[in-house]
Nanobody
Framework: QVQLEESGGGLVQPGGSLRLSCSAS????????MGWFRQAPGKEREFVAAIRGSSAVTYYADSVKGRFTISRDNAKATVMLEMSSLIPEDTAVYYC??????????????????WGPGTQVTVSS
């Protein structure tokens, strides 16, 4: 069993930056891949970024590529999402999730086993 908790959300103006963190506890391991998803009101949950457990290879949705950076600190069992050049369309609840590293697919909610409760990010002037 793995418990996840996101932090760092808030209100930011367009063009601003935020740093989200996801802390993991329980049976954590570098063999777990980590992902970030988001869900805006009235929309389906969508993939944002993912990072492999062992290789630290990263993946990004086209909509955030070049603006968001995912990273992990295995010693602290934490994964971060650095968000810059934020736009109103980035407004959503952001969730972190974990998956076994052997699972190749990483873009779908069904690929992940454990989820955090989410943190709200609002981009507005």
């Amino acid at each position: 069993q793995v418990q996840l908790e996101e932090s760092g959300g808030g209100l930011v103006q367009p063009g601003g930056s935020l740093r989200l963190s996801c802390s993991a506890s329980g049976h954590t391991s570098t063999l777990y891949g980590m992902g970030w998803f988001r869900q805006a009101p009235g929309k389906e949950r969508e993939f944002v970024a993912a990072i492999r457990g062992s290789s630290a290879v990263t993946y990004y949705a086209d909509s955030v590529k070049g603006r968001f950076t995912i990273s992990r600190d295995n010693a602290k069992a934490t994964v971060m999402l650095e968000m810059s050049s934020l736009i109103p369309e980035d407004t959503a609840v952001y969730y972190c999730a974990t998956q076994p590293n052997y699972r190749v697919s990483h873009k779908y909610s069904r690929d992940y086993d454990y989820w955090g409760p989410g943190t709200q990010v609002t981009v507005s002037s």
